[in-house]
């Protein structure tokens, strides 16, 4: 499948969530060819355009876009569980059918020339994201209605963009502002349009960062709630901002951002009773999540993200392919730590089929496993808690970084006074993943790991800070230790190549511009 296939493909889905989101009636589907869909034609107000703008919402957890193999390419949180078990801290204790697995074994780059892989998938499902809210955008200043709702509407589309491209850009890209970047559109694209080069990470930044400054404009001056937790509102716009701020190394802007957030928010780090199991949108820290109800909950094989992490529902693929943490994070974290609880610690009679395995996790748990229901949860403040905690380090703003740190930890460990005391304040950090904690800015990269465990793809972490890691060590509990390849920082392996089918279809792009094979 080339490139125009690739945005007519896009162009169709577009007006099938619009017409049958919104409503359309015949003469819409008589006048408006599928190569070229226009907004003019599409949007007739704020009310529609809305309307088409939580398909896209929808598209946050379906399995409906994948090329191929849709059970490992259920939406948005697939692909945050995808740059978790790319990492260090996330193991998949078997094979399972192989859902997953290659992703485990960093070796995903042979299937970029189908339209099943890894890469094609998240490249595709990434752009088609973007090229969704591009028609929404176009019509930012011809769209009718109440003032506040196109501004609120037309925010949360430059939010979505500028996630887009945070989640394209640390995928496909190596983390230098010089290296070849993900192609970047940003008006509406029909099967003729013509497709764009790589250009660079710097350009990638550029945009990310413009767009999640104007989703915060809009959503300020449109002053509207969130409707629901499924919703960008100007709290998650400040978070997308913050996550863009703390990957293009602006720690100014990622703490006053970050800070934003949880004053828009309006609530601060959960108790450890609203977070031992992550699966309620409801919970007062929840500042973005998708609530998933029994209509929606795609409960079997297929994608729910619940169903490949809670091994205790039978038959479920968890079940067969168990998650766990990695014995080095899980011997850092103190015994005093409520979160232990989100891990077995080692079992000596292990069973199959179920979560009675060594630190198999218990953080992610179907609400109600026989409706298959529990929500998929897209950002906490804890997460705004540990930016501002980093962006301080970084500024050497010591005593804030200290008190965002006490803010999350006496949350969750009695004794994290006598802890944060024992601790340098400084900036530096080791490059060792296994070593207990010696700085601040030690201690807020292990809080993030451990509080963020399987939320945020743990290998933009990796390639932010300069990090690699090894999975062969003593005592490892690593089911593959991935010997003889490069994990090192900066490895060829932390990124994905770009799918053959951009290469094929796009005049722009070349086997030249191809990610080096690792």
């Not at 990492?87 to 339209?115: C, M, R």
């Not at 491209?165 to 003729?192: D, I, K, M, N, R």
């Not at 990310?208 to 960008?232: C, P, R, Y």
Request: charged letters at 20%; glycine letters at 8%.
């Amino acid at each position: 499948m080339n490139m125009k296939n690739i945005i007519k493909k896009i162009s169709v889905v577009l007006i099938t969530t619009v017409l049958v989101a919104a409503g359309g009636c015949s003469s819409q589907l008589d006048t408006v060819p599928t190569n070229k869909a226009t907004g003019t034609t599409l949007f007739e107000n704020v009310t529609n355009a809305q309307t088409a703008l939580d398909g896209v919402y929808r598209a946050l957890y379906t399995w409906q876009l994948a090329g191929g193999w849709i059970g490992e390419n259920g939406g948005i949180m697939a692909y945050n569980l995808v740059g978790c078990l790319m990492g260090e801290d996330q193991i998949q204790h078997e094979a399972g059918p192989g859902w997953f697995t290659d992703d485990y074994k960093l070796n995903v780059y042979g299937d970029y020339t189908s339209v099943k892989g890894r890469s094609y998938n998240v490249w595709y499902y990434f752009y088609y994201i973007i090229a969704n809210v591009n028609y929404i955008i176009a019509e930012e200043n011809t769209l009718t209605g109440d003032a506040a709702a196109v501004k609120d509407l037309m925010g949360q589309a430059y939010a979505l963009r500028a996630l887009s491209y945070w989640y394209l850009t640390q995928y496909f890209c190596q983390h230098s502002t010089t290296a070849p970047g993900v192609p970047v559109y940003t008006e509406p694209t029909t099967a003729t349009s013509e497709g764009k080069a790589r250009g660079t990470v710097a350009e990638d930044y550029a945009q990310m960062t413009s767009d999640a400054a104007k989703a915060v404009e809009l959503l300020k001056a449109g002053g509207l709630s969130q409707v629901n937790k499924s919703h960008i509102d100007l709290a998650v716009a400040y978070g997308i901002q913050a996550r863009i701020a703390l990957l293009t190394a602006d720690y100014a802007a990622a703490y006053t951002a970050a800070t934003n957030a949880l004053s828009a928010h309006g609530s601060g780090v959960a108790d450890w009773a609203d977070v031992k199991v992550i699966n309620d949108a409801s919970k007062s820290n929840v500042m973005w999540g998708l609530l998933i109800e029994t209509s929606q909950n795609m409960m079997d094989q297929w994608a729910n993200f619940l169903y490949f992490m809670d091994a205790d529902v039978t038959e479920s693929y968890a079940s067969r392919a168990r998650q766990c943490i990695d014995y080095g994070l899980w011997k850092l974290i103190p015994s005093t730590d409520s979160r232990l609880a989100w891990w077995n610690g080692a079992i000596a009679n292990e069973e199959e089929g179920n979560s009675k395995v060594s630190y198999c996790q218990q953080k992610f748990k179907f609400l109600n496993s026989a409706a298959g229901t529990g929500d998929f949860i897209l950002m906490r403040t804890e997460e705004m808690v540990l930016i501002a905690a980093e962006a301080a380090c970084q500024k050497s703003d010591f005593a804030n970084a200290k008190i965002y740190l006490e803010m999350l930890e006496s949350k969750r460990d009695p004794n994290y006074a006598t802890r944060l005391a024992s601790l340098d304040p400084s900036k530096t950090y080791q490059t060792d993943t296994k070593l207990s904690p010696v700085s601040y800015m030690d201690e807020v990269l292990f809080q993030r790991r451990v509080e963020l465990w399987s939320e945020l793809p743990r290998i933009f972490d990796l390639q932010r800070l300069g990090l690699g890691y090894t999975r062969d060590y003593t005592g490892s509990n690593q089911t593959q230790k991935v010997v003889g390849k490069n994990t090192g920082a900066g490895s060829k392996y932390f990124i994905l190549p770009i799918p053959q089918a951009e290469i094929d279809g796009n005049a722009n792009i070349n086997s030249s511009d191809q990610n080096p094979e690792p």
